[in-house]
């Protein structure tokens, strides 16, 4: 480490800063240094201090249920006010945000959440703002099955031809009849004109955006639908069209809209040199020159964020973007980092470090004032704890000069107390807020340890059919809408955790956008795609229209919202409890394991079925908390949950071992040990967050010769 100001900075961040960051900005490296050393003056206290609130409100909430068990609705919300956990509701607001994208305020479809650190992933899920219709189709079990092993089937080709051609029946309508069978098209004017099957010219509804090769022959055909575009790409030469009766190629949906690059969740940083990967493919991003070599199939070749679509259209030309508009997520409030210490050797709150490098890597390299720059933030605890973030957001524009609220958060629903409360965090942010959302796994960790000593918890897998569970979905749009987010920023819905089981999600799926949501989180660039189908079978401003207008929607939901998921007849038997014992223990070591020796903070973990889903610390979270509930009320002790550890690092071991880098798990091992912990320790853990003991195993096995 090397002092810069009076901090003392990682020699890799301070590379990172002075060689890559600054030196196409106008920010000279003292003044820099200096805004960093003056952000972590000015908020590490303050930063402190919310979290001592957490600690305290828990501590009450603690001693209450160990007096009134559950106690009753009316008697648990007024305790709740009394100690502030509820705060009072204001007079009515609408928030203010002006200068966001179209793609935040008025373009519903799919978002993507990626690690940043893994720049290939990054790149592909920029990419992922144009996705292959049929590619989704031909390798997925969407069609019902999965592709054959070997060369191209045209049998299978032959069914995504009409399954394409059916999405074209309800995206680019005809005036009459349909696009199954069709023979040609051509564009006159901003008019798609489709020869059908019997050699009729029909007009289709949806308008042409532009087109590429000649109006009459064109190679391509975009059209808008509910906002989104769709590519018709058109090639009797290629394989596929040379078969297609129109010539068509391929059929590709515009899909994931956004995407969040994550510094967050899905990723393992814990040192400098960890921040500085994490910050560099940030900064690649924003600069679009982030690249990477990549080898598949035996070919190598160099990924690279993809050219913007330049059509001719009926005006002359038109521009549309190759790539996803960009959020970042930084870490929450918790965090400290060894990356840099204070004058004392104190790690720094690890969320100001995030909003001065990240910001400022989002900065133009011109000269000019960004419009506008999305931060979403996560795990925040109620209003005091995001105006901490829009205060700190505020300090780092006055610092690098930038105009007021360039800097917009994204509210991440995900703690008890911000549902309980989310109308006053909305209001504290009214000016710069672009972004809510419901993360169903970290709220359920979060209720489970808010509650911990209310009873034992239900089985995890009943989770969902909770009262608590619909109502918080609900009422996260109703108050978005509410308070006028409509038009200024995105209503978010969660992951869907199993990117292999594309036909379940096309089938379920379809909910988030009935529900009004704008956007919903998707595990691939393929899952967007396939999500993208249902942003034109749902037209989401209809559905905010009439959720605006519905009398039953809006009301009080806190009754349902306080109504905790414990089990008051735990009469499970044996193996019922063993079952949810190994389920838990077996997600635990399959995703620490990996992220505690290989850094590697999310990934596609087989669950104890074998079936893949993507695991991070929130689902870890969950599993942790949930053993540690029936730790706490006697349904099991510590020599089972011992005893179920030991037998599932055996179905761990088994499941990695194909992976050359895979270090098996051993009761003496770094990572079995850091699972157990999350258990053993889970009650003490600060909201059940995992976040502690994984930094602390990881930089254990880091310094580690």
């Known amino acids: 480490m090397a002092q810069r100001a009076q901090l003392h900075v990682g020699d890799a961040l301070i590379t990172f800063a002075e060689q890559e960051l600054l030196p196409e900005l106008s920010i000279g490296t003292d003044e820099f240094w200096a805004a960093l050393q003056t952000l972590v003056d000015e908020f590490s206290e303050r930063n402190l201090e919310l979290l001592e609130e957490r600690q305290r409100l828990q501590s009450l909430i603690d001693a209450w249920h160990r007096d009134h068990g559950q106690g009753t609705p009316g008697s648990y919300r007024a305790f709740l006010e009394s100690i502030g956990y509820l705060v009072p509701q204001g007079p009515s607001f609408t928030v203010s945000t002006d200068g966001v994208d179209p ?185 679009s020159t982030l690249t990477k070599e990549v080898t598949k199939d035996g070919s190598t070749f160099t990924r690279r964020m993809a050219d913007d679509l330049q059509l001719t259209s009926h005006e002359g030309t038109t521009i549309l973007s190759g790539t996803s508009l960009m959020l970042v997520r930084n870490v929450g409030h918790l965090m400290t980092t060894p990356a840099v210490q204070d004058s004392a050797h104190n790690d720094i709150p690890e969320g100001i470090l995030d909003a001065l490098f990240t910001i400022a890597a989002a900065l133009p390299t011109d000269g000019s004032a960004p419009s506008s720059i999305y931060i979403v933030k996560p795990k925040m605890h109620g209003p005091t704890e995001v105006e901490f973030a829009c205060d700190l957001f505020g300090r780092v524009e006055q610092l690098l000069g930038l105009a007021p609220n360039t800097v917009k958060i994204g509210i991440m629903d995900e703690e008890r107390r911000t549902t309980l409360n989310l109308a006053e965090c909305i209001r504290v942010a009214a000016s710069r807020v672009a972004f809510i959302n419901t993360g169903f796994l970290d709220r359920t960790g979060d209720e489970i340890h808010t509650s911990m000593l209310a009873g034992p918890m239900i089985r995890k897998a009943d989770m969902k059919a909770q009262q608590w569970i619909s109502a918080y979905e609900d009422n996260n749009v109703d108050v978005g ?165 030991v037998k599932m690092s055996s179905v761990v071991n088994t499941q990695n071992q194909d992976d050359e880098a895979y270090t098996p798990l051993t009761p003496d091992s770094t990572a079995f040990r850091a699972a157990l912990d999350l258990v053993l320790s889970g009650t003490e853990q600060p909201s059940g967050y995992t976040e502690p003991i994984l930094h602390a195993r990881r930089l254990e096995v880091k310094a580690t010769p």
């Open 103 to 287: 793609e935040i305020a008025s373009i519903a479809g799919p978002q993507l959440v990626v690690p940043v650190t893994n720049a290939r992933y990054a790149i592909n899920a920029v990419n992922a703002r144009w996705g292959s219709l049929y590619d989704a189709l031909y390798g997925t079990d969407v069609l019902g099955d999965l592709p054959p092993a070997g060369p191209y089937s045209e049998e299978r080709g032959a069914r995504v031809i009409a399954y394409a051609r059916q999405l074209l029946d309800d995206c680019v309508p005809l005036e009459s009849g349909s696009h199954l069978g069709s023979l040609a098209y051509r564009v006159e004017g901003n008019t798609l004109i489709v020869t059908d099957k019997d050699g009729h010219e029909i007009n289709a509804t949806a308008p042409v955006v532009g087109w590429t090769g000649s109006a009459e022959a064109p190679s391509g055909i975009v059209v808008a639908h509910n906002k989104l575009h769709v590519h018709i790409v058109i090639d009797r030469e290629h394989s596929v069209g040379a078969t297609d009766s129109a010539g068509i190629a391929d059929v590709r949906l515009e899909s994931a809209i956004t995407v969040i690059m994550d510094c967050e969740d899905s990723v393992a940083c814990v040192d400098a040199e960890d921040k500085a990967l994490a910050y560099r493919n940030w900064l690649g991003l924003q600069r």
């Open 481 to 645: 809408i509410t308070c006028g987010l409509v038009g200024s920023a995105q209503i978010g819905k969660g992951m869907w955790a199993a990117p292999d089981l594309m036909a379940d999600m096309l089938e379920t799926k379809i909910n988030h956008p009935l529900a009004g949501a704008s956007c919903a989180w998707v595990p691939s660039p393929t899952a967007a795609t396939l999500h993208a189908i249902h942003y034109h079978r749902v037209d989401v401003a209809e559905q905010q229209s009439r959720i605006a207008n519905d009398p039953t929607r809006g009301q009080s939901r806190l009754e349902e919202l306080l109504s905790i998921p414990v089990e008051n007849d735990p009469s499970w038997t044996d193996d019922e409890i063993q079952a949810e014992l190994d389920n838990n223990a077996q997600g635990i070591l399959g995703y620490v394991v990996r992220w505690v020796d290989q850094g590697v903070g999310c990934s596609k973990v087989p669950d104890i079925n074998d079936v893949g889903l993507m695991e991070d610390r929130a689902t870890c979270r969950i599993s942790s908390q949930h053993m540690a509930n029936w730790l706490t009320h006697g349904i099991v002790d510590e020599s089972r949950v011992r005893e179920s550890f």
